[in-house]
């Protein structure tokens, strides 16, 4: 697991707020994961700290889970209107 963030977890660490899901939660089941043989390696962006290139050669099978960091406005009458919150700001 290639892991741009500082720690694992994705938005389940830093979108949604500790008081609904402590992060502690978060790095024990990312523990889990790791205890059951997955390597993760934290401050690594595909992309710009590894080629998908390197990634191909080193592995046979690669999947790639990409975060949605920002907000998208959905297509549908009042999306727009001052008082719609998008979901990565309600978090």
């Given amino acids: 697991v290639y892991e741009m963030m500082r720690m694992p977890g994705g938005m389940l660490a830093y979108g949604v707020p500790s008081y609904r899901l402590k992060n502690s939660v978060v790095l024990n089941?990312?523990?889990?994961?790791?205890h059951l043989g997955a390597k993760v390696y934290l401050n690594t962006k595909v992309g710009r700290d590894i080629s998908f290139n390197e990634l191909?050669?080193?592995?046979?099978?690669?999947f790639i889970g990409v975060g949605l960091w920002k907000s998208r406005d959905l297509p549908?009458?009042?999306a727009y209107?001052?008082?719609?919150?998008?979901?990565?700001?309600?978090?």
């Fill in 56 to 62: 191909e050669e080193k592995y046979d099978a690669i």
């Fill in 29 to 34: 089941e990312c523990g889990a994961i790791e």
């Fill in 81 to 91: 209107l001052p008082d719609v919150i998008r979901g990565i700001e309600y978090l």
């Fill in 76 to 78: 549908i009458p009042g």
